[in-house]
């Protein structure tokens, strides 16, 4: 078989850059290609942050930006789109744009709002933005606790609950709406999956010490990769068996700065003696 006739899946990712190579278009790269699928990149914003906190960040030129994304849709088979920091309301705009165009392409979409410092990546005009454009057009929303809650308020609903959220967010039109636990309180980090008119589904994980650069966008990144590798593929084992993954990028992260540490996302190609099976992995009820 040549080269020319392999079929290698394709995500394409609207991203920003982190120069730490923690969080944004890097974590994205590395997710991906854990996956064992090419990522195409699309950088939205250019940041200035470490592992402690973001500082400022420039949103790219919304013309570059759609002119990349179109180039490489037109030149690249992409199985899967996966969304990062925005960085502009014209942005988000371009990325509907975009969507709008092919409607059969399955979107992850993490709505970025905060760095995982505290820090702002996003104001309120970006966040409605994207509330009315970009979330009805989402395949998979993968939102932390912060921002599900930002998001349903900004909507004017009601979301006192883990299961008012999930529903709430779910009535504004994705397919699957994962709310993540890791920055709530408590011995596990609980995550819960709503889909449709099932019950949810509750992911339990060990919680580990400390606090991680870049988790949301490993996750993020690992569930498109996951679905990039067949039109068929299976949403909630996707999902589940990114929530794996990402558990070991976690396991085996590394305080390399001054802040948060950094998810292992590589950590398959150590050696096997480091006994990566003793990582944590979700508990499904």
Same mark, same amino acid.
């Given at each position: 078989?040549?080269?020319?006739?392999?079929?290698?899946?394709?995500?394409?990712?609207?991203?920003?850059?982190?120069?730490?190579?923690?969080?944004?278009?890097?974590?994205?790269?590395?997710?991906?290609?854990?996956?064992?699928?090419?990522?195409?990149? &699309?950088?939205?914003?250019?940041?200035?942050?470490?592992?402690?906190?973001?500082?400022?960040? &420039?949103?790219?030129?919304?013309?570059?930006?759609?002119?990349?994304?179109?180039?490489?849709?037109?030149?690249?088979?992409?199985?899967?789109?996966?969304?990062?920091?925005?960085?502009?309301?014209?942005l988000v705009e371009v990325i509907h744009s975009i969507l709008?165009?092919?409607?059969?392409?399955?979107?992850?979409?993490?709505?970025?709002?905060?760095?995982?410092?505290?820090?702002?990546?996003?104001?309120?005009?970006?966040?409605?933005?994207?509330?009315?454009?970009?979330?009805?057009?989402?395949?998979?929303?993968?939102?932390?606790?912060?921002?599900?809650?930002?998001?349903?308020?900004?909507?004017?609903?009601?979301?006192?609950?883990?299961?008012?959220?999930?529903?709430?967010?779910?009535?504004?039109? *994705?397919?699957?709406?994962?709310?993540?636990?890791?920055?709530?309180?408590?011995?596990?980090?609980?995550?819960?999956?709503?889909?449709?008119?099932?019950?949810?589904?509750?992911?339990?994980?060990?919680?580990?010490?400390?606090a991680f650069h870049g988790s949301g966008c490993t996750l993020?990144?690992?569930?498109?990769?996951?679905?990039?590798?067949?039109?068929?593929?299976?949403? &909630?084992?996707?999902?589940?068996?990114?929530?794996?993954?990402?558990?070991?990028?976690?396991?085996?992260?590394?305080?390399?700065?001054?802040?948060?540490?950094?998810?292992?996302?590589?950590?398959?190609?150590?050696?096997?003696?480091?006994?990566?099976?003793?990582?944590?992995? *979700?508990?499904?009820?």
């Open positions: 078989m040549s080269n020319s006739e392999i079929n290698v899946p394709v995500v394409l990712v609207f991203s920003g850059h982190d120069p730490s190579g923690g969080a944004g278009v890097q974590a994205d790269i590395e997710a991906i290609i854990s996956q064992g699928v090419h990522p195409a990149t &699309v950088i939205t914003a250019l940041t200035v942050q470490d592992t402690v906190n973001v500082k400022r960040f &420039v949103p790219t030129e919304p013309s570059l930006v759609i002119e990349q994304a179109r180039a490489v849709l037109e030149d690249m088979p992409v199985t899967c789109i996966k969304i990062g920091m925005i960085g502009s309301v014209a709008k165009d092919y409607p059969e392409i399955p979107v992850v979409l993490d709505p970025v709002l905060i760095a995982g410092g505290g820090g702002a990546l996003a104001d309120e005009a970006i966040a409605k933005a994207m509330l009315n454009l970009l979330v009805p057009l989402a395949t998979v929303l993968t939102p932390n606790a912060y921002e599900a809650r930002a998001l349903v308020e900004l909507a004017g609903a009601k979301g006192d609950t883990i299961d008012e959220r999930g529903a709430a967010l779910l009535a504004m039109g *994705p397919a699957y709406v994962l709310l993540k636990g890791g920055d709530e309180p408590g011995v596990e980090v609980e995550n819960w999956l709503f889909h449709g008119h099932t019950a949810p589904r509750r992911f339990v994980f060990e919680r580990l010490p400390g993020a990144s690992a569930i498109a990769g996951l679905l990039a590798q067949a039109s068929d593929a299976d949403y &909630v084992n996707a999902i589940h068996e990114a929530q794996e993954y990402t558990g070991h990028t976690l396991f085996h992260a590394a305080q390399i700065g001054r802040g948060q540490w950094i998810p292992h996302r590589l950590f398959w190609a150590d050696s096997e003696e480091e006994g990566e099976d003793s990582a944590p992995v *979700p508990r499904i009820h």
